[in-house]
DNA sequence: ACGATAATCG
């Protein structure tokens, strides 16, 4: 209904009377005061609103000569004063502000007040409801289409996405112009939410009702797709889309690099590079990231370096990202004088460091237990500004248990809650395993038992974390019984099995220790150098050094690297055999291989001579 | 729309 016809029929039906003003006049009082004054008078003597209704509060956000601005400071108000005007704010009048607003443009008030519908359990309805409550004098001809295609946004944004999806079945049915730009935020939504699944769904149906497909929407499908590991996923859905005109651009590509690369899968990786090469799309500093990721994450830090030098002289702009990057690379592999180097020159270039560069030193100079520098550190951090964050905390909660300073840990748990921030499922971890490495079993139990306790769910390492607990009790029942709960969600990675297999050798139990090497090997969990250490020294001590030797070569054909503790371990078994010869010729290659032997390796070696 | 920091095993 018009607002001229509404009048007419107010004021045929309502007559105006001195003693009680209709509807109309005290709109029209209302109007006329926010036009003149604006709110103040309102504010002050309220009196003007102690017979308001819904209707009334139409009439003055319809009318046109109180600007929008005015009428969203009157909404503004009278919602903050429901309880007092005794008048809740109808759907009517949301949707009367929203057309106003829409008149003078004002996009973002509009986004705003669509927000209070959806979220407003009184106000939510269906699309169709929304739009009859539209005036047909609305003479702007693209409101309802706007109205929708941002109704869809405020869905997706609050995670509706049922009802963001119906918002777009109604306007596919009514054949309303959908803008790709609002489909798009609903696939970030779901990807967002982890609904893979329902983003490729929607994808379809964008590409199925015509909308003009941007690379930016395939490009977030499929990283949605690489994300899961589904990349061959990917693969097709890219080639469907070229047939269809859509180039890949170098983002597309970097998504694919990336996922190639976090399998190690470097076939993968270079077939994505020259389709780049073909396609004559350039690399970005993105790619020589991912480039710097995956060589570095294989060993290979100069092949990194080299990606990080050919970045530079191709004059492609370094920043903070790759540094730190290519920082944290150098530092987990050793090179702490590099890393330090590469931080003096990323502040020389005139980039900032921020957390995650800091984090990077930082974490690595806890794992060598220099407590000291990364209190320095820290406090050259929070000089510049930058708060610690839970990560940070986390990190050092970590390299204080590991230099067995439970104290010092657990005093920055305190301060960590302090700030506001939570202990999460990391912090219990950290605390428990130093815990365990001191033998107060007990405490390290009840950490964990807490974090349950508190509504924070474990994960496959706090439960690793607990089997290796009862483990070191000797209790293998519990540990068993943790482990095979384990099956139903949190699944065992090597680790668990390490933790179990190390239990069992250190017991002589060595029988049961193949079994589970054996199981983790059907299931596809790779033995590492840890379950061979750990099988290795249990059968030196408990078994048959032969069979220790056995798994010795079985190690090195399938390129596992043999620690100190590997070769001491072996090392102890033929002294133990008086095996002497063995044993020293393995010493040599030890030495050889470039490892340190420590005390244990001597003191094996002199005994067995005896 | 892509890329960087945290946890377990003598």
């Known amino acids: 209904m018009s607002t001229q016809k509404l009048s007419k029929t107010l004021k045929k039906n309502l007559p105006s009377n001195a003693a009680s003003p209709s509807n109309q006049e005290i709109a029209e009082k209302i109007s006329e005061t926010l036009i003149s004054s604006g709110l103040k008078p309102l504010q002050t003597v309220p009196s003007l609103l102690s017979s308001l209704n819904s209707h009334i509060t139409h009439l003055v956000l319809s009318n046109p000569h109180v600007q929008p601005r005015s009428c969203l400071s009157f909404f503004n108000f009278l919602r903050r004063n429901e309880s007092f005007t005794s008048q809740k704010l109808d759907l009517r009048a949301h949707v009367t502000l929203i057309s106003r607003l829409y008149g003078s443009r004002k996009f973002a008030e509009m986004k705003n007040i669509l927000n209070c519908v959806v979220t407003d359990d009184n106000l939510r309805c269906p699309v169709s409801i929304i739009v009859s409550l539209i ?156 480039l710097i990721e995956c060589y570095a994450s294989s060993g290979k830090i100069e092949e990194a370096e080299r990606f990080f030098e050919e970045m530079n002289n191709k004059g492609i702009k370094a920043d903070v990202h790759v540094y730190t990057s290519i920082i944290s690379w150098n530092c987990r592999l050793g090179n702490m004088k590099r890393a330090f180097a590469l931080f003096d020159e990323l502040t020389e270039r005139g980039l900032v460091p921020n957390v995650h560069t800091y984090g990077a030193l930082i974490n690595n100079v806890c794992k060598a237990g220099q407590m000291e520098a990364a209190e320095m550190l820290v406090n050259e951090m929070q000089s510049k500004g930058l708060d610690l964050n839970q990560v940070i905390f986390n990190t050092l909660m970590d390299g204080y248990c590991k230099r067995g300073m439970m104290d010092e840990a657990l005093r920055l748990q305190v301060v960590m809650e302090k700030k506001g921030l939570e202990t999460d499922v990391f912090t219990y971890s950290i605390i428990a395993s130093g815990l365990c490495k001191l033998n107060r079993h007990e405490e390290a139990k009840r950490m964990l038992f807490t974090m349950v306790e508190r509504g924070v769910a474990p994960n496959t390492v706090t439960l690793t974390t607990l089997i290796d607990i009862y483990c070191k009790e000797g209790n293998f029942e519990e540990a068993k019984r943790v482990f095979s709960e384990m099956e139903k969600g949190e699944k065992p990675n090597t680790v668990t099995y390490n933790a179990l297999i190390y239990g069992y050798s250190k017991k002589g139990k060595m029988k049961e220790a193949h079994r589970l090497k054996d199981e983790m090997e059907d299931k596809g969990i790779l033995p590492d150098t840890y379950t061979y250490t750990s099988l290795i020294h249990g059968e030196s001590v408990y078994g048959k050094v032969d069979e220790a030797l056995k798994l010795f070569d079985e190690m090195s054909r399938k390129g596992l690297v043999q620690t100190v503790v590997t070769y001491t371990a072996m090392i102890s078994g033929l002294s133990r055999e008086g095996r002497s010869d063995e044993a020293f010729r393995l010493y040599d290659e030890m030495k050889k291989s470039g490892l340190t032997p420590d005390d244990r390796v001597y003191y094996s070696l002199v005994s067995g001579l005896h």
């Open 135 to 290: 005036e047909d004098g609305c003479n702007e001809p693209k409101f309802v289409d706007k109205l929708c295609d941002m109704l869809m946004r405020v869905y997706a944004d609050n995670r509706m996405f049922e009802e963001a999806v119906g918002v777009f079945d109604y306007m596919e049915k009514n054949g309303f112009e959908i803008e790709e730009r609002s489909c798009f935020v609903l696939l970030l939504a779901f990807k967002r939410c982890d609904q893979v699944e329902s983003c490729f769904g929607f994808f379809r149906r964008m590409v199925e009702s015509g909308i003009e497909i941007t690379v930016y929407s395939m490009t977030s499908v499929i990283n949605g797709l690489c994300k899961r590991g589904e990349v061959e996923r990917g693969r097709e859905l890219m080639g469907e889309m070229v047939d269809r005109g859509i180039k890949p651009n170098v983002i597309t590509y970097n998504t694919f690099v990336n996922a190639y690369g976090e399998r190690k899968d470097f076939v993968g990786v270079n077939e994505i590079l020259s389709l780049m090469e073909k396609d004559q799309v350039a690399y970005n500093v993105a790619t020589y990231t991912i």
